[in-house]
């Protein structure tokens, strides 16, 4: 008899979903009244002329891009080594949530606390990384 094998998505798959809308929301909020349908003939052009806040948050949007690959690759291995679902469950909450706060800090101008919002962020993943391992 044939059996269906249906998916099951934990919590830390879908935060590693949430993760990969971060960097679109920050493009978003770069661009929010002040790109034109004109600007996306050179999209990147556009992105060097920014300043203040909207140069921020594409730096966030950076930023995000980047810490994704360790993210995902930490929740695969976490998953992999069968780590305690709940605790990496939580684990990948407070990273997206601390990954939210830091776009936020970061288009605020708020640098101390950014760097040390990066900084918890990344003991996080770490914890993640290494939840399976015995």
Known sequence: ???????????????????????IACAMLAKRGGFRA?????????AERQTDWRARALAAQSNTFECLPFFIGAVIVAHQLGAAQTLLDLLALAFVMLRMFYVL?????????????????FAVNVAIFFLGYR
């Open 1 to 23: 008899m044939n059996s269906l094998h249906i998916a099951r998505f934990t919590v830390a798959y879908w935060c590693v979903f949430a993760m990969a809308l971060i960097p």
């Open 38 to 46: 004109a600007d996306n003939r050179d999209p990147r052009g556009w």
């Open 105 to 121: 800090m970061y288009v605020s101008d708020m640098p101390t606390i950014r760097s040390a919002v990066w900084l918890g962020a």
